[in-house]
């Protein structure tokens, strides 16, 4: 099929052929998408002075639990800030472990340092660039307390096995869903599924609040810690104690009311509040529209050698939310081995900006074997002499063949036909270039 599909494709464009896209993409992947009614949300809360306020934030939270159908968020000034206070809500103390991927963005595993635990890596499953269920049984140790799972370029990960792991061994399962805003495994929204969901909103992610995170869970006590960690003002003040509006109900966590346990101020600027409640409710439709364009694109290209989409079967009741930080990946076997460098620069030719992309593996970066954060004479993940937990190159070798794989495709925010087929074309252009079609 693609050698007869070949011979009907206009000359490569790295051979002296038209280029596939020509024209400008206008607001084909502008994102986040801002409207007047989001500039006057912002306005409001600063005419007002209410920058520090809670209201607007309250309301956000209100919204976004409801979105996921869950009785607890609370936002923070980022995603971050949001993960670790997770962790510490979920019982991570110093000197105990955390499960995570190696290939994610750093946030989904440092805050674990920060509470005096450490991080045993896991590897990553090849055709969903999530943690692999078969790669984290192993790694459970009398100390381990977290397994925490990144729905990677918003691909959900495969909860099931994950959650039946992690409820034999006892463990905690924290979602890291700064990708996949909004996403379903096999029907449920994700965030909902383990015992906390941190969900970063900086302007890049897909559901964008300038900056921001939420924390969201089902779980009261989870929840009652997180405020305690980090919202100091809503459970009283130092003079008057606890207050009578505090929601902490823990008389341990009551004792403290006033102050932060973490040390942290986790308050979200409500200039960001405001832009973030009026993406949330526009949000819904918006991924529907972008859900449409990638399979649109992913459905032409099916076939093409080299090529690989990275998205769900729609009939699973799986979604790729907000498809944020689109990816495709390499099949460098059916391209007679020639390097993904090669084949994004026949892309670019075309005249579509493809670069080799995804996150590099964390388990290898000297921060995680050689640093003294704690001024304690030794690394600072090596929490228990007895359990070095650190690996070096060649232990995880999914995540390791990982960036050899992956390419950046066209994040497109609006379902135009005939532009998504141009954009198409140029990655069936570049395939038929490495072999050797016209
Ligand atoms: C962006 C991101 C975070 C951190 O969120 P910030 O809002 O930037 O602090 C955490 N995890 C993942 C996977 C991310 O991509």
Not at 22 to 51: N, Q, S
Not at 164 to 193: C, F, N, P, Q, W
Not at 255 to 271: D, E, S, W, Y
Not at 324 to 350: K, N
Request: proline letters at 6%.
């Amino acid at each position: 099929m693609s050698v007869v599909a070949s011979t009907h494709l206009p000359v490569p464009a790295i051979h002296g052929g038209p280029k596939a896209v020509e024209a400008a993409p206008g607001d084909l992947f502008t994102w986040p998408i801002v409207m007047k009614e989001d500039e006057e949300a912002v306005l409001e809360v600063l005419r007002r002075g209410a920058m520090s306020g809670l209201d607007v934030t309250r309301q956000f939270e209100k919204e976004f639990a409801e979105y996921h159908d869950v009785p607890y968020a609370l936002a923070h000034p980022n995603g971050t800030a949001a993960i670790l206070a997770g962790l510490w809500a979920l019982g991570v103390r110093q000197g105990d472990e955390i499960i995570a991927p190696t290939v994610t963005y750093w946030a989904s595993a440092l805050p674990a340092l920060g509470l005096g635990a450490t991080v045993n890596f896991a590897d990553i499953d090849p055709k969903t660039i999530c943690i692999a269920p078969k790669d984290i049984e192993s790694r459970i140790g009398p100390r381990t307390k977290v397994i925490v799972v990144v729905h990677y370029c918003a691909h959900p990960c495969d909860m099931d096995p994950i959650m039946e792991i992690a409820r034999k061994h006892k463990l905690k399962v924290l979602e890291d869903v700064s990708h996949a805003h909004g996403g379903r495994y096999k029907g449920r929204m994700l965030g909902t599924i383990g015992d906390v969901a941190c969900f970063s909103l900086m302007s890049g992610k897909s559901l964008a609040a300038g900056e921001g995170g939420m924390l969201v869970t089902k779980d009261r006590e989870v929840y009652e810690r997180a405020v305690a960690w980090g919202h100091y003002e809503r459970t009283g003040s130092y003079s008057k104690w606890a207050t009578c509006d505090s929601p902490l109900t823990d008389p341990e966590l009551r004792k403290f009311a006033g102050l932060p346990l973490g040390g942290c101020k986790n308050r979200l600027n409500q200039l960001a509040s405001a832009f973030g409640r009026v993406q949330l409710k526009h949000y819904p439709k918006r991924i529907e529209v972008i859900q449409r364009a990638m399979n649109r694109f992913w459905d032409l290209l099916e076939g093409t050698p080299g090529v690989r989409a990275h998205r769900v079967d729609p009939k699973s009741g799986s979604t790729m939310a907000g498809w944020y930080s689109a990816i495709g990946l390499y099949e460098a076997s059916e391209l007679g081995g020639v390097p993904i460098e090669r084949f994004c620069d026949a892309v670019r030719a075309e005249g579509v900006e493809c670069r080799p992309a995804g996150n590099q593996c964390l388990h290898v970066h000297p921060l995680f074997h050689e640093a003294d954060i704690y001024g304690t004479g030794r690394p600072s993940t090596l929490v228990d002499k007895r359990r070095d937990v650190r690996q070096g190159p060649g232990t995880l070798p999914n995540a390791e063949a990982f960036s050899a794989r992956c390419f950046s495709v066209p994040w497109f925010k609006h379902d135009r036909v005939d532009e998504i087929e141009r954009y198409a074309l140029a990655y069936k252009k570049a395939s038929a270039s490495l072999r050797g079609g016209n």
